[in-house]
């Protein structure tokens, strides 16, 4: 029998604040200073609906890039907030 193994999130139990937390690191540890940490309003478990594109952007400009070495690869998964539209896509009507 398969111990341990999760089916996914489960809604929290407990009434104790949550938190989210965002960092970076590499084989040799976490980039020094390029950790954010905020509380979480909605206590659903899932941290997604507490990460958007403005906010990940301005961790990554302003805490993440001045942090790390030159000619760094930076590997993202596809998350929504990594990514915006800078322009709406027009729509032609016929």
């Known amino acids: 029998?398969?111990?341990?193994?999760s089916t996914g999130l489960k809604r929290p139990t407990g009434r104790a604040p949550r938190f989210v937390i965002l960092s970076a690191g590499?084989?040799?540890?976490?980039?020094?200073?390029?950790?954010?940490?905020y509380p979480a309003k909605k206590n659903t478990g899932d941290y997604h609906d507490e990460m958007d594109s403005r906010r990940f952007e301005e961790w990554?400009?302003?805490?993440?890039?001045p942090?790390?070495?030159e000619d760094p690869v930076v590997v993202?998964?596809?998350?929504?907030?990594h990514s915006r539209k800078r322009e709406k896509i027009p729509i032609s009507s016929s």
């Open 1 to 5: 029998m398969l111990e341990g193994l």
């Open 26 to 37: 590499n084989d040799q540890g976490f980039v020094e200073n390029a950790r954010l940490v």
């Open 76 to 81: 993202m998964d596809s998350a929504s907030y």
């Open 67 to 69: 942090n790390i070495k």
């Open 60 to 65: 990554f400009k302003s805490q993440l890039l």
